[in-house]
């Protein structure tokens, strides 16, 4: 059974940083990218990036690209998302998810979602 569990939401002041995880089980995590996405209230999901299990190639949307990053700790089967710089506009909650396609964030190509966790960012 896949299970992806996020972890490291909060509130933080514009400007401030965090860093999200999201730990993943269940599937053989070199057949799969991991990406992140949010959800802010009364919007659609939107894409922030993807790391490829297999190689550790990350992806971002070129709005994301420059204060969000994503790593990955094999060993540990986790992903993580740090972001930095945070404005109130990036108040959401944010999802770990997982699709057999790179690179392509759309949201109906990942498979798997955890549960998300709420970020917000006060002004």
């Known amino acids: 059974e896949v299970q992806l569990v996020e972890s490291g939401g909060g509130l933080v002041q514009a400007g401030g940083s965090l860093r999200l995880s999201c730990a993943a089980s269940?599937?053989?995590?070199?057949?799969?990218?991991i990406g992140w996405f949010r959800q802010a209230p009364g919007k659609e999901h939107e894409g922030i990036g993807c790391?490829?299990?297999?190689?550790?190639?990350?992806h971002y949307l070129d709005s994301m690209e420059g204060r969000f990053t994503i790593s990955s700790d094999s060993a540990k089967n986790t992903v993580y998302l740090q972001m930095n710089s945070l404005k109130p506009e990036d108040t959401a909650v944010y999802y770990c998810?997982?699709?057999?396609?790179?690179?392509?964030?759309?949201?109906?190509?990942?498979?798997?979602w955890g549960q998300g966790t709420q970020v917000t960012v006060s002004s």
């Open positions: 998810a997982v699709s057999r396609v790179f690179r392509i964030l759309r949201h109906d190509l990942y498979v798997y």
């Open positions: 790391i490829d299990g297999g190689n550790g190639d990350t």
């Open positions: 269940g599937f053989t995590w070199d057949d799969y990218a």
